[in-house]
């Protein structure tokens, strides 16, 4: 996996503090292409009179640019914004907050990732259902591989959080639970970002049966119905804001 050697530079570039900075998309998902752009994501923290007074400032930050041939697309949230999504059962902020490419880390981000064990739920399922939903109907439209891959990875990711508790994003590691198909498909996503799907006959019915085996996931989950980790957040939130 090729990412620039400049990307640690960009969050010292930023006009607030980051707690943390990492990438996702297709990079976290397993099959960036040689065109793809890099999508960081992270929290940044405002100061305390940002957040008291009459004029406050941005609770989320959304930056695009290219360097050296490369887009960017940079996007943080505020440090309690960030904490009220990964109480709301989000799976995008979890995926961020535990994505294995750091590209910038702090302590509060380690107790961020410490406390999110405390904020998986059953109730997660219904974030990939949906995301698979949206992500196979544009299929339908467009034809194209992304949203294919998409679907199936957001399937198989639930399906695995549902069943381990563990958050693995990455389609390469969760073959598994998808059809043999699978690693072509990557393997064609990896060669162009925008290219024509293959026709392949059982895919509507590889996606019903992932969507069937995930929502059985999440009724008969092990995960606890709500997160646990209200206290400790707002706890953390206010000891960075003050201090």
Wanted: hydrophobic share 45%.
């Amino acid at each position: 996996m090729n990412l620039p050697a400049w990307l640690p530079e960009i969050p010292g570039e930023q006009p607030y503090p980051l707690v943390f900075a990492t990438v996702s998309g297709a990079h976290l998902y397993g099959f960036p292409s040689a065109d793809s752009d890099v999508d960081l994501r992270g929290v940044h923290v405002l100061a305390a009179r940002e957040v008291v007074g009459l004029v406050t400032g941005p609770e989320t930050l959304d930056a695009t640019w290219t360097r050296d041939g490369v887009e960017v697309d940079l996007v943080t949230h505020d440090l309690a914004k960030f904490c009220r999504l990964l109480l709301s059962r989000n799976g995008y902020v979890l995926e961020q907050l535990l994505s294995p490419l750091v590209v910038a880390s702090s302590p509060v981000h380690e107790e961020l990732v410490a406390l999110a064990p405390a904020c998986l739920t059953r109730h997660h399922a219904h974030h990939y259902l949906g995301f698979a939903r949206t992500q196979w109907r544009l299929f339908g439209k467009t034809g194209e591989l992304k949203p294919l891959l998409y679907t199936f990875r957001v399937l198989a990711t639930g399906i695995h959080l549902m069943r381990s508790g563990e958050l693995r994003a990455d389609l390469t590691q969760l073959y598994e639970y998808g059809p043999a198909y699978l690693p072509e498909l990557v393997a064609a996503k990896r060669e162009a970002e925008h290219g024509a799907a293959p026709v392949i006959a059982s895919a509507a019915a590889d996606v019903a049966r992932m969507t069937a085996e995930l929502e059985r996931a999440g009724d008969g989950s092990a995960l606890p119905g709500t997160a646990s980790a209200h206290a400790a957040l707002h706890d953390l939130v206010v000891r960075i804001r003050l201090g």
